[in-house]
């Protein structure tokens, strides 16, 4: 039969084991490297207001208005990169294509 102090051994044993494996699991610091397809920016109501997306020729950043509405691309086209503005209905109203 185990005594208490036995017991309060083997649960303080227990504890510690936890403890580190607590430790081990946390990340610490700042990831060097995130991987993905894409990342959406969102404020505070849920709406996007920035993506950074890979398309079939390459990545594209689109930045969008209060309303959602894109407003600022940048990204790498068919032929080469691209810069674009658009005006407040989506219409592009300057560009830059190489």
Known sequence: MMTIEDRLENMERELGRVKEVLA?????????EIRANSFVLEDENGK??????????????????????A????????YGPGLMLFGPDGKVIWSAIK
Do not use: C, F, I, W
């Open 24 to 32: 081990r699991s946390q990340v610490k610091g700042t990831a060097k």
């Open 48 to 69: 996007p207001r920035a993506g950074l997306h890979m398309t079939k020729y390459g990545p594209s950043l689109a930045l969008n208005d209060e309303k959602g509405v």
């Open 71 to 78: 407003r600022a691309a940048l990204n790498m086209a068919k």
